[in-house]
């Protein structure tokens, strides 16, 4: 445990006192309390008090037999503290603490749809990941729930058309984007509220891509999870299997090997250049710039070769397992790579100057879509989004993994948190990851490049961070004591920035949606899981 | 007897409907090879030498499409007017001097300049017709815009069109084009350029494509359209381009006239026209390359606050031009 750290748990000792349960020895690393149901808003909000950066990262539900726990994970100081409190499963109730962060909106909601807890005073309860006609009674997450002959128990749900509620509404008409349109790529359905051209309220649906990662993980030994939750997310792989597998390295209590780590830095850098190429390409073509996103992807190829060099894939890389990396990097290779790094380089020269000068460019992103820090930091966004509004926020920074503690880099932000920001965050990350990459290359250590571990891995939990390219990934793994895990939760960057797509859009104009939304980065494979 | 069989050669064949259709897709293909070779891509390559027929290999494919349309449809307008569209286009290719003359021999009169402007106008209200009987969302949105759009830029458009006719001191587009011993490209290079960007929004090209957005709006008006009315939507899509080409060379590049050498004036006429069409093609495309999307208001203040006074401007210089060059000449 840190100093940082250790300070969080006195002052939260201090304030709470008499309230703070005494947990029998917590296995996580780092600040971990226990209170009662209820208290667990005080204990945010002396959090708060502390440390106005401070955000909901995410909440996980574990169902512990007779009780389930709630765990709220508040990202405080670059750390992370665990607030938990149990409630019954037979009255499961617990307050919400949206009116203290409204950022915590889809965390609580998706506990609510997966363990079937009810949050008191939640602004907007009702289902969010699962679907509709999902049985009112079957909570997946629960380790009683009975999902054979799921097929028979469907609720019979006929009424799904939102236009007849909001035919009282006058003015106002409504505006389906999604599950299919031309500006998502992945299905996920935003109901606008259109005043003419204006957007006056937006309600986001998502869960059309849930496949139920989380449960299926309980079911594969930790190994085959690796695998899974590569398949998270095509275009952040690497930094799935690389959060899961620090996780269960961390209970373990064993640590990959130092040409491990730095291979590990280099996929995960060269995973950052690929996924900002494509969104800087892809924002150019929901702009109408179609000569921008051909160009950009074409220079993309030359990070998917290199990572097919490295790893022998072209996108799932299957290249990080637990205890290090499943191959290493022949040292002929470095030669080749570092020659494309180069004229990645130079491209990225252009591209900034593109960015910087291009005046239809600017006219549809400059202004557009701004969120202010104040905004960014009540809904708990993470990544390029938080750094495109001046919320100072880097994993890699504030708890350095794998190699990132040994190498030197900048962390970018801006100031205006407009659309243009945004972009332009991603394209100075670019450059420092192809810095990092060189010096990575460059400071390759000897040594092994993987450690044998057992398959059975002792209890205990483990919560770990990486910095996706589209912002702080979050796992928590829990180990009963054999070859699969009790319980794992992912919280993905985009199921946290979602709802600030919701606070862009209100106000502004329609044919801005497209353009505001992708500057986000959105990913639904990722969020829904 | 032989007079009616020529007027039914030049109607049909040359220079008439068949030639304006063969230079519709050369000037598609020009097109997308363009802009293909500007996005760092091979364009079409795999149809005819370098791809060149590709686009009649689209359009025959399109014709052969199942053809589909949407029950709750005002049908027959949707059925019409993609037809209706498309001839009105070709229509008024009749009235512009392709190989020396028009295409229907005399029948240049005063005024068809302003007749030939109408025409595109009825034309261009069609496609809008087309989107608003489809009774989809994106297609009326697409329509809404067209309308939006074109009802700016027509101003203007017609504007500037008018300052050549004020140094021709004639309103027949034959009388303009074969008075241009000196191109007017060159004697107003100001309302050259605007033009070009007013026909860049009549045309709906970048940065002015606003009513076919995809990603806002998926299709436009042609959302609905499928099979060989999408074939003659495109088709008469593909006509006002080139429509909007020959325009510009009729008024500003002295039409098909151009140095005359061995043979007939006529073969040499329509080789100049299609080269100057290219060339306009070529700027237009490049332009639409180097532009992101605007959004529609951004597009209507640029039109009202910024090409509408240049182009009022623009016919006052014009004026004095010729008031100038008539002083020179008498």
């Not at chain 1, 505006?175 to 299919?180: A, D, F, L, R, T």
């Not at chain 2, 006509?239 to 050498?261: D, K, N, S, T």
Request: a neutral charge; hydrophobic letters at 45%; one cysteine or more.
């Amino acid at each position: 445990m840190t100093s940082v750290e250790q300070e969080i748990l006195t002052t939260l000792s201090k304030e709470l006192g008499e309230k703070m349960l005494q947990t029998p020895l917590s296995q996580l690393e780092k600040v971990s309390v226990r209170v009662n149901a209820g208290i667990h808003r005080d204990a945010l909000k002396i959090l708060l008090d502390k440390d106005e950066s401070a955000g909901v990262s995410a909440i996980t539900g574990v169902d512990l037999g007779e009780t389930i726990e709630v765990m709220y994970h508040v990202r405080t100081h670059g750390t992370i503290a665990t607030i938990r409190t149990r409630v019954p499963k037979k009255d499961p109730r617990i307050k919400t603490i949206t009116d203290i962060l409204p950022g915590a909106n889809f965390h609580e909601r998706e506990v609510a749809d997966l363990f079937g807890l009810t949050f008191e005073g939640h602004p907007y309860p009702g289902r969010l990941i699962l679907s509709e006609d999902w049985p009112k009674n079957l909570f997946p997450l629960r380790k009683d729930a009975e999902i054979a002959d799921i097929e028979n128990k469907k609720e019979n749900i006929t009424a799904l058309d939102e236009s007849k509620q909001s035919s009282d509404e006058g003015v106002l008409t409504t505006v389906i984007m999604g599950p299919q349109h031309p500006a998502l790529i992945e299905p996920e359905k935003f109901s606008l509220k259109v005043d003419g051209e204006i957007v006056k309220e937006v309600k986001p649906r998502i869960g059309y891509v849930h496949r139920g990662i989380e449960k299926a993980a309980e079911k594969r030994t930790y190994l085959q999870d690796v695998y899974l939750v590569e398949r998270i997310c095509g275009i952040c792989n690497a930094c799935h299997a690389t959060c899961f597998c620090q996780a269960v390295e961390a209970i373990m209590g064993t640590e990959a090997p130092v040409r491990a780590k730095y291979l590990r830095t280099i996929v995960l850098e060269l995973n950052r250049i690929q996924s900002h190429m494509l969104l800087l390409g892809h924002a150019g073509l929901e702009i109408g710039y179609e000569p921008f996103f051909q160009y950009m992807w074409r220079d993309r190829e030359i990070a998917m070769d290199t990572m097919e060099s490295l790893t022998g894939n072209r996108v799932i890389a299957s290249f990080v397992t637990i205890g290090g990396v499943r191959r290493d990097l022949k040292e002929e290779r470095i030669p080749k790579i570092k020659a494309g790094l180069a004229t990645l380089k130079r491209r990225m020269v252009f591209y900034k100057n593109l960015l910087e000068s291009d005046p239809t460019l600017k006219m549809r992103t400059k202004g557009v879509g701004v969120l202010e820090r104040q905004d960014a930091l009540k809904l708990c966004v993470v990544g390029p989004v938080a750094r495109g509004s001046d919320v100072k926020m880097d994993v890699r920074k504030d708890e350095p993994y794998a190699a990132y503690d040994k190498i030197p880099f900048k962390m970018i932000s801006y100031t205006e948190g407009d659309s243009w920001t945004r972009l332009m965050v991603r394209l100075d990350e670019i450059n420092e990851s192809i810095d990092i990459l060189n010096f990575a290359l460059d400071n390759l250590p000897t040594g092994p490049y993987r450690v044998r571990v057992p398959r059975i891995v002792p209890a205990g939990e483990a919560i770990n961070r990486v910095e996706a390219p589209r912002g702080e990934l979050f796992y928590y793994v829990k180990s009963n004591g054999t070859a699969y895990p009790e319980r794992v939760k992912m919280r993905t960057p985009t199921f946290a920035n979602i709802l600030s797509f919701v606070h862009i859009a209100e106000g502004g104009n329609i044919a801005d949606v497209p353009a505001s939304f992708v500057s986000l980065d959105p990913c639904f494979s990722c969020t829904d899981r | 007897m032989s007079l009616d069989l020529t007027l039914v050669f030049r109607a049909l064949v040359f220079p008439g409907f068949s030639f304006i259709v063969l230079l519709t897709f050369l000037c598609d293909w020009i097109e997308r090879k363009i802009e293909a070779r500007m996005q760092n891509r091979m364009g079409p390559t795999y149809t005819g030498p370098a791809g060149i027929l590709q686009p009649f290999a689209d359009f025959v494919k399109l014709l052969a499409k199942e053809d589909m349309v949407p029950r709750n449809t005002r049908s027959v307008v949707f059925k019409l007017t993609p037809v209706l569209s498309f001839s009105m286009f070709v229509f008024a290719m009749f009235f512009l001097p392709i190989d020396g003359s028009n295409v229907i021999l005399n029948s240049s009169f005063q005024g068809d300049l302003i007749f030939v402007l109408a025409l595109v106008s009825v034309a261009n209200f069609f496609l809008f017709l087309s989107g608003w009987s489809s009774s989809n969302p994106y297609s009326e949105i697409g329509a809404t815009r067209v309308l939006t759009q074109f009802l700016g830029y027509d101003i203007p458009l017609s504007i500037l069109a008018f300052g050549p006719a004020l140094l021709a001191s004639g309103l027949s587009i034959s009388t303009i084009a074969a008075s241009q011993r000196i191109p007017f490209a060159l004697l107003l290079p100001w309302a050259f350029i605007l033009f070009i960007i007013a026909l860049q929004a009549e045309l709906e090209k970048d940065p002015f494509d606003v009513p076919h957005a995809e990603t806002e709006i998926v299709g436009g008006y042609e959302t609905e359209y499928s099979g060989r009315r999408l074939a003659f939507l495109k088709l008469a899509k593909d006509v006002q381009i080139v429509l909007g080409a020959v325009l510009v060379v009729e008024l500003f590049l002295a039409g098909p006239y151009g140095p005359v050498f061995l043979g007939i004036p006529e073969f040499w006429y329509t080789l100049w026209f299609i080269l100057k069409v290219l060339l306009v093609v070529v700027i237009t495309e490049y332009l639409t390359c180097i532009f992101a999307r605007l959004r529609i208001d951004q597009v209507l203040v640029v039109n009202w606050r910024v090409l509408m006074p240049l182009s009022i401007l623009s016919l006052a210089t014009a004026a004095g031009v010729a008031f100038w060059l008539n002083l020179g000449v008498g």
